[in-house]
């Protein structure tokens, strides 16, 4: 049996916000049934030939597809039937799309008092900035992420990895279950409002220190090193071939460092021995660490820390990741064969990982393509009332 086995999520989902935390539900064991338009969400819609190809291969496993045109009077209906017997509704449209159909919460309430409507967006539904269209890179720019992203006097920068929609989608997840848990005591629905914004703020709290530390001003942009510039050891620095991240956060760290590196001498400096003391000469200990790093290969340098006690990594590319036998033996990651893209690393859920839940993914749908089974199990419609809203451009082809 699975967590989520016997919910019914209706997946209005798009690109990577709202699918991830279907992604979660899916890979848990609820039913996710994708609902597109006749012509596919818009990450489907990029194709198979594009870098779109595997974010939607990877976020749409383990999901059924019914394509239906929800401003038709007959697919609206049908959707209403659908949430009769749903669960969760999610979507991350922007704030009013669904009401404008006549598909907000107030109206799917009314059919089905338990539904637990999930929307995600990139500022939330209420204050004044609830209208402004929102990716990824823009909510990384309106929540200061971008502002202490790079370096001291060079321009913001965003993260390479999409952070926001992600962190949405996790915590989207996590307000999803939260409810379905309360719902059994209460019996009654949900609506959820969760802004991107509001999930990504509290990974600033070091920097959010940092302002408060002095004296409220603004933190520079410091590369790679501690936001509050109190932190030393605190790097990244460049090996034979590659780079090591180093990091002391306990003084009892900076002397097994000295150790693994030769430098026992320095452990008699009184000025180094404290993290403050050690932050106050930042570029000296950077310097130190730095000359012993570049003469090692990253690896030897990564064993001989890790051997000391030190934390320390490696820098990694996606190519190693991918064929890291660390996450295959976990179950992060699976080799797979998909029909059409060949040979891929898929990506299993992390709780799945953590609670050592066992699942076997499916492939990402076609597009309606459960169409038909859907509203046949769901609904109870024959063949002949499914062919004839097909004929009629309600649903798509399954």
């Known amino acids: ?22 992604f979660l539900m899916a890979m848990a064991g609820a039913r996710v049934i994708k609902v597109e338009s006749l012509t596919g969400e818009s ?60 598909l907000g919460y107030e109206q799917l309430e009314k059919v089905n008092p338990g539904i637990i409507y999930a929307a995600g967006s990139g500022y939330g539904r209420s204050g004044p900035h609830r209208d402004y269209l929102a990716m ?60 991107m914004q509001d999930a990504v703020l509290p990974t600033l709290a070091s920097v959010f220190g940092a302002y408060y530390f002095n004296d409220r001003q603004l933190p520079p942009r410091t590369g790679n090193r501690h936001p509050a510039l109190t932190m030393a050891p605190y790097n990244v620095y460049r090996a034979r071939d590659g780079h090591v991240a180093v990091i002391c956060v306990r003084d009892g760290h900076w002397r097994s460092l000295l150790t693994a590196i030769d430098r026992e001498d320095l452990l008699a400096r009184a000025d180094l021995e404290k993290m403050m003391d050690r932050a106050a000469h930042m570029e000296e200990v950077d310097q130190v660490v730095g000359d012993w790093i570049a003469g090692q290969s990253r690896q030897d340098a990564l064993t001989r820390l890790q051997a000391h ?30 029909p059409v893209l060949g040979e891929l690393v898929m990506m299993n859920s992390a709780i799945n990982t953590a609670t050592g839940a066992e699942v076997s993914p499916r492939p990402a749908p076609a597009l309606g393509e459960h169409t038909h089974e859907v509203l046949r199990d769901l609904l109870g419609l024959n063949e002949s009332q499914l062919n004839d809203l097909q004929d009629k451009g309600v649903t798509g082809q399954p």
């Open 309 to 338: 006690g030190v934390p320390a990594s490696v820098v990694r590319n996606i190519e190693e990741i991918m064929t890291d036998e660390h996450l295959h033996q976990r179950g992060t990651l699976n080799r797979v064969t998909h």
């Open 1 to 22: 049996m699975t967590a989520l086995q016997d919910i019914v999520v209706l997946d209005l989902g798009q690109i990577y916000n709202g699918p991830y935390a279907t």
């Open 136 to 195: 990824d890179i823009t909510v990384q720019a309106m929540s200061g992420l971008m502002s202490i992203t790079g370096t001291e006097g060079g321009d913001p920068l965003k993260s390479g990895a999409a952070v926001c929609d992600f962190f949405g989608g996790v915590h989207l997840y996590g307000a999803i279950v939260t409810k379905l848990y309360e719902r059994q005591r209460t019996g009654k629905g949900a609506m959820i409002d969760m802004a």
């Open 43 to 102: 990450l489907r819609g990029r194709g198979l030939t594009s870098s779109a190809a595997y974010p939607f291969e990877m976020l749409n496993q383990s999901k059924e597809s019914v394509s239906l045109d929800l401003k038709h009077p007959d697919g609206k209906a049908l959707f209403l039937d659908l949430v009769r017997q749903a669960d969760v509704v999610l979507e991350n449209f922007s704030p009013d799309t669904m009401e404008r159909l006549g």
